[in-house]
């Protein structure tokens, strides 16, 4: 078990002939990931990596009986291709290109929702059920399968952190990269109770970052619903006040999204909160069991 | 990006939001000769930096005559202005704004930024004007109103009268007036892809008019490349010089007061770097994001930027590579040592893709100043020792 996906899942590439989606397909069908096609207007009917290019997501979806589209196309077109997934009947869009316009974002997301179409990201390094499907630019390699299920906010932070758990000697379920943009799709509070439904994971690790309140409410769900063990990191502490920090998200206002009042909340909510990254795999081990 | 005072004026005149007359002047000359354009009998004369609190800092002054427009600009001009949003080194003021004094009844506030939550844009406003608003958010949060605008539906009646009542505003006039105020400033808004208008104050005069006596104005970088006209706003005075250069090289870079440089790929795990760091006793000297395309020629400029500090003490390389491989980033910085003359010690971490084979190059180099981490808990604990002369 896992969530999400699995090794069945049926997944299509948006931008599929581009230079980054053709690298990444090709990294996730080494994976295992059941790549069913892809679609780039006016390639349809080409072949592209071994899988059939479709103009529309409509014509893969029917073809190909698809239900997540993975999506590469440049940032101006991100919301085109979010809503053109939702209106074929994707299930699920794990959008990774970086730098799309929140405005876009938001007309995107509401038609995303109104069709309930779940998605994930956008600037984000995708979702991965160890050892059985990869959907987006995460090195496979590190993810050894196991009882942990990851949720983060930073992709480089998802490598440490997986990482971390599989040398304590366990593994992942799923792992995915939410990211750090001010609009995005699926946050903790949609995917802790699909960790905690699913019989396979036993942990949870939570990683997030200073900027909005996600966390937070991440907090009063885990107090209220979640009965697994949770470790959070959250980065920023040392973050000056009101600087970016490369994601957009991560801003300082005020008092509101400090990493201090986040890690409070968590710590408060009975979550194992680390103050160093580098301390993610003991206090997995620690929860679980030394294996 | 965030622009001036005088060029959010500029847009919203465009759109129709009522401001005061005003002209910007890069001499004393040229304010004294917008002051007699103008007419008086009242000017303000107001600084132009990319910060909050001018007025508090001496940057903006009333003149009552042409005489005391001179002398005030003369003044500010080359000022350096201190603000609580400027740090203590303060900004250069190089540009003045002469604008027409108002006839002040009331001072309101008004903004339009993103809630993230409602992932909408929300207005917010309050009978506060003039006040630091953060304070009125946590003193009396009641004196704030806020408006969430669906964007599918737009700017509707109830929306205004949402934010009238609120307001108090019992005059019909007034509350037409304030309506399409506010309406115009959330079109503004979102056809410029703008990420946070504030005015503060909104004044409203003893005839009854609202008008904006402040602007500030951010947009959302990743929707420059369709708002030409705004880019070319863009005042590169304002924005750190290292930070910009940077940029350049597809950088993310922030200067900070400590001793440990750092170089890392992604902003979460540069964050959590500089968190490590902190937690072993050490202070980090700057955030640096390679992002996910690291090579020679961007470390060695990573190292060259990092090292214009002459606070730090050594260096912590801390790269996880996922489609990255480790031993090219490794080739990398051995390249880059020659490119940029590293004189502290470089701690460096490589994880992922090839790392042992990275670990082997690196140990091969045989060069002194080069010490492999081999965990980030490992490469943060060196790094701290080796910045205080101690490994």
Redesign the interface.
């Known amino acids: 078990m896992s969530i999400l996906v699995n090794k069945d899942t049926k997944v299509i590439v948006q931008g599929f002939t581009g230079k980054e989606g053709t690298?990444?397909a090709e990294?996730c069908l080494a994976y295992g990931t059941n790549i069913v096609g892809g679609v780039t207007p006016n390639k349809g009917g080409q072949e592209h990596l071994g899988k059939p290019v479709f103009n529309t997501v409509k014509d893969a979806v029917d073809t190909t009986g698809a239900t997540v589209s993975m999506i590469f196309v440049p940032?101006?077109f991100v919301a085109d291709a979010v809503m053109e997934a939702a209106d074929a009947g994707i299930e699920l869009a794990v959008i990774i290109t970086e730098?799309?316009?929140?405005?876009?974002m938001?007309?995107a997301?509401?038609y995303a929702v109104k069709n309930n179409m779940k998605t994930i990201g956008p600037n984000c390094?995708g979702v991965i059920t160890a050892e059985e499907c990869k959907i987006g630019?995460?090195?496979g390699?590190?993810f050894k399968k196991g009882n942990v299920g990851l949720i983060?906010?930073?992709?480089?932070?998802t490598?440490?952190g997986a990482?971390q758990v599989c040398n304590e000697g366990f593994g992942i379920t799923t792992a995915v990269g939410i990211g750090?943009d001010?609009?995005i799709g699926l946050s903790y509070k949609q995917l802790l109770p699909m960790f905690e439904a699913d019989p396979e994971t036993e942990a949870i690790v939570m990683?997030g970052?200073?900027g909005?309140?996600l966390e937070i409410?991440a907090a009063k769900l885990i107090k209220e619903q979640i009965t697994k063990p949770v470790v959070a990191?959250i980065?920023?502490?040392?973050?000056?006040k009101?600087?970016?920090?490369?994601?957009?998200?991560?801003i300082i206002?005020?008092?509101a999204g400090t990493?201090k009042e986040k890690m409070d909340a968590l710590e408060a909510a009975g979550v194992k909160v680390v103050?160093?990254?580098?301390?993610i795999g003991k206090a997995v081990a620690e929860v679980l069991g030394k294996k | 990006m965030n622009i001036h005072e005088y060029q959010a004026k500029q847009i919203f005149a465009k759109y129709g939001v009522p401001t005061p007359k005003g002209k910007i002047a890069h001499s004393v000359e040229e304010a004294v000769k917008n002051a007699e354009e103008l007419g008086g009998p009242i000017w303000v004369v107001k600084a132009q930096i990319h910060a909050g609190g001018r007025g508090l800092g001496g940057g903006v002054k009333l003149a009552k005559s042409i005489d005391e427009v001179r002398a005030l600009a003369d003044e500010i001009l080359g000022m350096t202005l201190v603000t609580h949003?400027t740090g203590p080194e303060g900004k250069l003021v190089q540009k003045v704004y002469i604008e027409d004094g108002a006839d002040i009844k009331d001072e309101l506030y008004l903004s339009v930024v993103?809630d993230?939550?409602a992932?909408?844009p929300i207005i917010m406003a309050s009978t506060e004007g003039g006040m630091d608003i953060?304070t009125v958010?946590?003193k009396t949060p009641e004196k704030i109103i806020k408006v969430a605008i669906d964007?599918?539906i737009g700017f509707q009646g109830f929306h205004g009268r949402e934010l009238v009542f609120g307001l108090g505003i019992t005059d019909k006039a007034e509350q037409g007036k304030m309506i399409k105020f506010a309406q115009k400033l959330y079109t503004l808004y979102?056809e410029n892809?703008a990420?946070m208008i504030e005015i503060n104050p909104l004044i409203k005069t003893g005839s009854g008019d609202f008008m904006a006596l402040d602007g500030k104005m951010g947009f959302?970088?990743?929707?420059l490349?369709?708002h030409p006209d705004i880019e070319a706003m863009r005042d590169i005075s304002e924005e750190d010089a290292d930070e910009r250069e940077a940029a350049q090289y597809g950088l993310?870079y922030?200067a900070?007061d400590g001793e440990i440089g750092c170089m890392?790929?992604?902003?979460?795990?540069?964050?959590?770097t500089?968190?490590?760091?902190?937690?072993?006793g050490g202070t980090?000297a700057n955030?640096l994001?390679v992002g996910g395309s690291a090579n020679a020629e961007t470390v060695a400029k990573g190292f060259e930027i990092i090292l214009k500090n002459p606070q730090v003490k050594a260096i912590f390389v801390n790269i996880?590579?996922?489609?990255v491989r480790c031993d090219r980033i490794a080739n990398g910085i051995l390249e880059a040592t020659k490119i940029t003359d590293v004189n502290v010690p470089v701690i460096v971490r490589l994880?992922?893709?090839n790392a042992p084979e990275a670990a082997e190059i690196l140990k091969n180099a045989n060069i002194d100043n080069i010490i492999v981490g081999t965990?980030?808990?490992d490469g943060?604990a060196k790094a701290v020792a080796a910045a205080k002369g101690e490994l």
């Open positions: 690298f990444h990294q940032p101006a730098g799309a316009p929140v405005r876009d938001m007309y997301k509401q390094p630019i995460m090195p390699m590190i983060s906010k930073s992709g480089t932070l490598y440490e990482n750090g001010p609009i990683i970052e200073i909005g309140d409410q990191f980065a920023g502490q040392t973050a000056p009101g600087k970016r920090m490369g994601h957009a998200g991560a206002s005020g008092s990493a103050v160093s990254p580098a301390e | 949003q993103l993230r939550a992932e909408m953060e958010a946590e964007p599918s979102m892809d990420e959302d970088d990743s929707a490349g369709r993310s922030i900070l890392v790929n992604g902003a979460g795990l540069a964050m959590g500089m968190d490590t760091i902190n937690y072993m980090p955030f994001d996880f590579g996922g489609i994880d992922g893709t965990d980030l808990g943060a």
